[in-house]
């Protein structure tokens, strides 16, 4: 039950728009303010961005165009006087402000209650070195690390751990300040970088090519806790999260890797004290079930926004109401409306975010990725495989690409070069490096991508090469009758072959292209041919079959649909 003496809440923003943090946290604070809304409790919102789905009309009871830092947040406080504030919806900028009027005593000297995570649950998930200490209390791996607040120290502690390093900012986002080090003229560079954002840098040793594991897991005030979802990096560790290809759920892990991380989270979020929602990231070695934890981020994140859209839960605006004091088995999921917010989801489909970059429109910027977040956008796609998962988001993201394959042909110099070290278009690299003839475990040497994913992009590889050896398909239009091509069409090899190329992916435009349909008609035309062709031959979505299921699982309709498009 809520705590009754909460009548007006005011909850933080995530501050103005830039690349790497801001609008992706607006789906979390417009969530809150809802679940609040349904409590009938008073919202005041603090948030910059006019642009934002918060900061609509009929959101919040009361909006604030001001920035998200101590000084103005204080002033509205003592204008407001609200009751509670909720510092966990508005990322990084949020949790930072939060601490600092915690800190300096404004919370108290007002009588704001914080809502969700204890303050102090956030400090120790923030300041790295108190993160260490904490998580070793039980007995949970960490990455052998030094907390260092100037360069000195930050060269002792390299040379303590030894080359190569990561660098990483306390109390940032977005991967700010953090890059990898092979020696100390490099360190130097990035360490003075890091500490023009904050006070504090952890040196960590380098786990670079291990792989990249995030688990989403809510718990209430009694201390129940479920795993809502978990998300696996496409790369390997060294590229930040914000710019990978993430899927959900994951699919490398073995029933025992997925069971013991799912386990060490629990543990982790009980010992932290955490209540609401929180994001666990893991390094897990490849060769092995050895594993340290990356982070943990004591409010929702980026990820939260992907989790919740992937599997239906609505990971924030649960995340507002045990803030409130609710236990997860008092609440139901809000989307489904039928089963408890207690109730772990279960996909029975796979999900893809695809990073965007618009790198071309900055002058002078590299367009190598790392652990620091250049992204500036993402697209997410659902579908019954990896494969054609994977071609829609490729297709969704705005840059003129049609999928894996099948793409207008782009250049690059030296492909080992541009596998070893990753660039916006590394995925398109991967294609081009397949159909030049790399094997599977050449690419996986160069970019430790896990083989699993290479497979079924050679899959895709596979399916286009053998759609290309029935070019002279394009030859008989011009003097075979319809009916005499259909008939043609119809043979067991080419239909079944059309058949699996739609379950995978291809849209009708790649199909057209492979089969060089484009060099006797225009490339629209070609690509309702092929669809007139699928329709002809049955090869379509089972429309009756999506019907009765979406009829069965109204809340999954979406889902449904999505996937069979």
């Known amino acids: 039950m809520t705590d009754k003496n909460i009548s007006k809440v005011l909850l933080l923003g995530s501050g103005a728009l830039k690349i790497g943090q801001a609008g992706e946290f607006d789906y979390s604070g417009s969530q809150a303010l809802k679940a609040l809304k349904e409590e009938g409790i008073q919202t005041v919102l603090i948030n910059p961005n006019i642009a934002t789905v918060q900061t609509s009309e009929g959101i919040a009871d009361k909006v604030y165009f001001q920035p998200v830092e101590p000084r103005f947040v204080e002033r509205i406080i003592e204008k407001e006087r609200p009751d509670g504030i909720l510092l966990s919806f508005g990322g990084q900028t949020a949790l930072n402000c939060g601490v600092e009027l915690f800190r300096s005593g404004v919370l108290e000297r007002y009588g704001v209650s914080v809502l969700g995570t204890p303050v102090q649950a956030i400090i120790d998930t923030e300041d790295r070195e108190l993160f260490v200490r904490r998580l070793d209390e039980i007995g949970v791996k960490t990455i052998k690390s030094e907390a260092c607040e100037d360069i000195g120290q930050a060269l002792q502690a390299a040379s303590k751990l030894g080359y190569p390093v990561i660098i990483r900012a306390a109390y940032a986002l977005g991967g700010l300040g953090s890059g990898f080090c092979n020696n100390g003229e490099e360190l130097a560079r990035l360490a003075k970088e890091a500490f023009s954002f904050s006070p504090q840098v952890l040196v960590e040793k380098s786990l670079k090519g291990w792989k990249e594991i995030e688990y989403e897991v809510v718990r209430d005030r009694y201390d129940n806790c479920i795993t809502v979802c978990n998300m696996e990096n496409f790369d390997p560790l060294g590229i930040h999260t914000g710019e990978s290809i993430v899927v959900a759920p994951s699919q490398t892990l073995t029933n025992s890797e997925y069971h013991k991380l799912r386990a060490l989270a629990i543990k982790i979020i009980r010992h932290i004290g ?27 994140s980026r990820s ?159 399916i286009d090469s053998r759609l290309r050896q029935f070019d002279h398909i394009a030859e008989l239009i011009g003097f075979m009758e319809p009916t005499e091509l ?54 379509c979505p089972v429309v009756n079959q999506i019907d009765t299921l979406a009829a069965e699982y109204p809340a999954q309709t979406n889902y449904l649909y999505l996937s069979y498009q």
């Not at 965007?356 to 977040?373: E, Y």
């Not at 992916?505 to 035309?525: C, K, N, P, T, Y």
């Open 274 to 300: 955490i209540v609401g929602e929180c994001n666990v990231q893991y390094a897990l070695d490849p060769a092995s079930e050895d594993y340290r934890v990356i982070e943990v981020n004591a409010r929702l």
């Open 304 to 462: 939260s926004a992907l989790a919740s859209k992937a599997t239906g839960y609505p990971l924030a605006f649960v995340a507002a109401k045990l803030g409130l004091g609710y236990g997860l088995f008092e609440l139901k999921n809000s989307v489904t409306k039928t089963t408890s917010a207690f109730f772990e989801p279960a996909l029975d489909y796979v999900v893809c975010k695809i990073p965007r970059w618009d790198l071309s429109k900055f002058q002078g910027v590299s367009h190598q990725l790392g652990s620091s977040m250049k992204s500036v956008g993402e697209v997410m796609a659902i579908g019954r495989t990896f494969e054609e998962t994977l071609q829609k988001g490729l297709r969704m993201i705005g840059q003129g690409m049609h999928g894996f394959v099948e793409n207008k042909e782009m250049s690059v110099g030296d492909i080992c070069e541009a596998l070893k070290n990753a660039t916006d278009n590394r995925i398109f690299v991967l294609s081009k490096a397949m159909r030049r003839g790399f094997s599977v475990d050449q690419i996986h040497g160069l970019t430790k991508i896990d083989r699993w994913f290479l497979q079924k992009l050679r899959h895709i590889v596979e």
């Open 486 to 539: 259909l008939e043609y069409l119809e043979g067991p090899e080419f239909s079944t072959l059309l058949r699996e190329a739609k379950v995978y992916g291809f849209s009708d435009f790649q199909i057209a292209r492979a089969l060089g349909l484009g060099e006797v008609m225009g490339m629209e035309e070609a690509g309702l041919t092929v669809r007139a062709w699928r329709e002809e031959l049955d090869i």
